[in-house]
């Protein structure tokens, strides 16, 4: 399962989508309902659980999507994902931690597919990226070697699906 794709090309014009499973360190790339292939990650420095809040280390679970792609990231390639969703709005909310309007502004995001605002107590900047994966380091982050970040990269587009479980 962990082999090179040895050219990024062939895979053009597949339906591309994303899972990643904490437990087991691993993002599989799915052309459909067929996996492509299997990758290594780190997570945040707080791996277990749900996301709920700026600084908490940990990686967000649910359903996402690519929201932007960034060429020349810290982390040599990055892939913006929609965090936070409607849910983790909705929840931030009852407990006081982003205002009315900052959550009418997510919900707005989602509804037009584009990168909710980043910049509330909910915390933000969730990205697939290189770096490496040896050990769980990043704020939250999904991160991979840049050899694999570059891979998937190169097939995935905006809006493609990213499921993240515990």
């Keep these: 399962m962990f082999f090179r794709l040895k050219n990024p090309a062939l895979?053009?014009?597949?339906?591309?989508?994303?899972?990643?499973?904490?437990?087991?360190?691993?993002?599989?790339?799915f052309d459909g309902e067929q996996l492509i292939k299997g990758y290594r990650i780190a997570l945040g420095f707080e791996p277990v659980g749900d996301k709920e809040r700026r600084g908490d280390g940990k990686t967000p679970e649910g359903e996402y999507y690519v929201a932007v792609k960034n060429p020349k990231s810290k982390y040599f390639l990055s892939l913006g994902l929609s965090y936070p969703t409607v849910k983790h709005a909705?929840?931030?909310?009852?407990?006081?931690?982003?205002?009315?309007?900052?959550?009418?502004?997510?919900?707005?995001?989602?509804?037009?597919?584009?990168?909710?605002?980043?910049?509330?107590?909910?915390?933000?900047?969730?990205?697939?990226?290189?770096?490496?994966?040896?050990?769980?380091?990043t704020e939250g982050c999904i991160a991979l070697e840049n050899g694999d970040v570059e891979e998937i990269f190169a097939v995935l587009q905006i809006g493609t699906k990213v499921l993240i479980e515990p």
């Design 11 to 29: 895979l053009e014009h597949i339906n591309p989508q994303i899972v990643i499973r904490k437990r087991e360190r691993k993002l599989f790339l």
């Design 90 to 137: 909705a929840s931030g909310l009852a407990a006081g931690l982003i205002s009315q309007t900052e959550y009418d502004e997510i919900i707005k995001a989602h509804r037009e597919n584009r990168l909710p605002n980043q910049k509330t107590q909910l915390g933000g900047e969730i990205y697939i990226h290189g770096g490496g994966n040896l050990w769980d380091w």
